[in-house]
């Protein structure tokens, strides 16, 4: 299923387009991203990126999380199982970094996950290895 394109109805958490606050920090974080893959190319490692965005991201003012842990919950229990949000931005976007050949199925659903397990609503998945970068960057809203 694609969250993206999936009908909405008044019972859902989001209703329509988010807001517009929330689509200026999506835009800014593309615009950092492409800027820290123009500048340093394809071919490092993920954490090298994470280290750049970050600080691109606060230079233009945003708050960023890194490694944020991602407790899983069922039925009242919390389970600390190591799971790590690469970047969270301004406590409402998630970023999840690649630096791979290309993306698979697993990435998305790991992002889509995430989205459920944090309560946000928008995250993205980077691939740095992308040529040009706007080919790696995908939206996953949920």
Not at 12 to 40: F, Y
Not at 103 to 118: G, I, N, P, R
């Amino acid at each position: 299923m694609n969250h993206e394109d999936r009908k909405t109805t008044k019972e859902d958490k989001w209703v329509g387009a988010l807001d517009p606050r929330i689509e200026s920090i999506a835009a800014t974080i593309v615009d950092s991203a492409i800027l820290v893959h123009r500048e340093l190319g394809p071919g490092l490692l993920e954490s090298a990126y994470e280290v750049c965005l970050v600080h691109e991201l606060t230079s233009r003012g945003l708050s960023v999380e890194r490694q944020k842990s991602l407790p899983v919950r069922f039925r009242g229990l919390e389970i600390e199982a190591g799971y790590r949000l690469d970047l969270v931005v301004e406590d409402c976007i998630i970023l999840e970094l690649k630096a791979v050949d290309e993306l698979s199925k697993v990435h998305y659903a790991q992002l889509l996950t995430y989205l459920k397990l944090s309560g946000h609503k928008l995250g993205f998945l980077i691939n740095f290895n992308a040529v040009p970068l706007k080919n790696g960057i995908r939206r996953l809203v949920y």
